[in-house]
Nanobody, 121 residues
Framework: VQLQASGGGLEQAGGSLRLSCEASGPTSSTRAMGWFRQAPGKEREFVASIYRSGDATYYADAVKGRFTISRDSDKNTVYLQMNSLKPEDTAVYYC???????????????WGQGTQVTVSS
């Protein structure tokens, strides 16, 4: 499974960005997809995840109410809509795919390259 993330960039605080992650290859084995992020000097942390069916989503407390994860199964693509951005959201964002949604990195077998999100104050 290959994951291609896109959509990062520079945005002002309070603005919005949408990240996309397209999966290709034997995606039938990946029932869950998620987003993680890593800020400079910090460990990578969970952001959000979703089941293939789209009926179960999970969010980190830091983004709950501001970020929305969704997926288009026909396009094998997962999205992360980020609203009300804050400078502390600045990080490299990674998409991941695995069999179980949730906040544990070890549950995700496949990872995409990161996409930089920078939020200016």
């Amino acid at each position: 499974v290959q994951l291609q993330a896109s959509g990062g960039g520079l945005e002002q605080a309070g603005g919005s960005l949408r990240l996309s992650c397209e999966a290709s290859g034997p995606t039938s084995s990946t029932r869950a997809m998620g987003w993680f992020r890593q800020a400079p000097g910090k460990e990578r942390e969970f952001v959000a995840s979703i089941y293939r069916s789209g009926d179960a989503t999970y969010y980190a407390d830091a983004v709950k109410g501001r970020f929305t994860i969704s997926r288009d199964s026909d396009k094998n693509t997962v999205y992360l809509q980020m609203n009300s951005l804050k400078p502390e959201d600045t990080a490299v964002y990674y998409c991941a795919a695995g069999s179980v949604p949730g906040s544990t990195e070890q549950w995700y077998a496949y990872w995409g390259q990161g996409t930089q999100v920078t939020v200016s104050s």
